[in-house]
């Protein structure tokens, strides 16, 4: 399980505002699209990039400790500088300072209980409802785990409600390097994944004409992800559209092949071969009963 999916790791807001009396109720961090930090209601993210770095890391982490090396290799991941340890103290002082201002407290109370330092790693104390990749990926659970037990009515709701949180790609203003790229893009796999799902419950609740919009934005934006051309495929044909989507087949067949000098998986290999049937089985298509001319 990686770092961005253990939001149970962080601390309860009552434990941190209890020990420090800091009201963590007033922060909230927002990174599914452009990074924001507000602190009662106002923007205060830091705009420096490499500060913006060090703040995404330790908060794609929160609660748990993020060491020095994983830190530095993070912000100089070619060559690291022989000041890197300075600087990434500055770093954290200017992190800190930051969190002092916007919350009215001590530095010396930042530092001893919200970004903390031990054994050569620092820590960002903060509940999980603070950051929404948090919530965000406690809905996609709620939605997959409601869609797994047949309730499509709620995984519709709630995925919807969660991917309606996406503003845009995962951290889009800020650079990644090699610690932040994976947790990113782990966010943004789960964000595909539920997108998948939703456009299923379309499927098995006669929802064509959603089924085929969203499918269709969501092929176009990503040409290379065959579970999304599938449901796009799957969505054409519950639609009465099945020469659309055979087209869709072909063309990313000669998308993969010309591309990327590969080949649909037996998946999608299968998905063909059973549209290309005179009455294809609309079970395997996970599909409302359909009517197709």
């Known amino acids: ?27 909230r961090f927002c ?3 452009p990074l924001s930090m507000t ?12 500060q913006r770095q060090v703040l995404c890391l330790l908060l794609m982490n929160v609660g748990r400790r993020v060491t020095t090396t994983a830190l530095t290799s993070e912000l100089w991941p070619n060559e690291v500088p022989r000041t890197a340890k300075t600087a990434l103290q500055t770093y954290i002082s200017a992190l800190r300072r930051l969190f002092a201002k916007e919350l009215g407290l001590p530095a010396e109370t930042v530092a001893a209980s919200l970004l903390t330092t031990d054994a050569g790693s620092y820590t960002l104390h903060l509940p999980a409802s603070c950051w929404d990749g948090a919530e965000f990926q406690a809905l996609l659970e709620q939605g997959e785990g409601a869609a797994a037990r047949g309730d499509y009515e709620e995984a519709e ?3 919807a409600r969660a991917l309606s949180m996406c503003q845009g790609d995962i951290l889009e203003d800020v650079v990644k390097g090699p ?27 006669g929802k064509k004409n959603q089924a ?3 499918a269709t934005t969501l092929a176009d934006r990503n040409p290379y992800h065959e579970g999304l051309h599938a449901q ?10 099945r020469n659309d989507a055979l087209k869709a087949y072909r063309e990313l067949d000669a998308r993969l092949a010309d591309e990327l000098g590969t080949v649909p998986s037996p998946e999608t290999r299968t998905l063909h071969h059973v549209l290309l049937q005179d009455a ?14």
Not at 3 to 13: I, L, M, N
Request: aromatic residues 4%; hydrophobic residues 45%.
């Open 157 to 159: 709701t709630t995925l």
């Open 39 to 50: 602190v009662h209601g106002r923007e205060a993210a830091p705009t420096a990039a490499k």
């Open 31 to 33: 990174i599914l699209g």
């Open 212 to 214: 085929v919009c969203r």
């Open 280 to 293: 294809p089985d609309a079970a395997f298509l996970r599909l409302a009963p359909v009517s197709v001319g």
């Open 179 to 205: 610690q932040l790229r994976p947790l990113a893009r782990f966010l943004d796999e789960a964000r595909l994944h539920g997108e998948e799902i939703l456009v299923d419950t379309f499927l098995r609740t």
């Open 1 to 27: 399980m990686t770092a961005v999916t253990e939001h149970h790791a962080s601390e309860t807001r009552a434990s941190i505002e209890t020990r420090a009396g800091i009201e963590t109720e007033a922060l």
């Open 232 to 241: 796009l495929m799957r969505s054409l044909y519950a639609a009465g559209r």
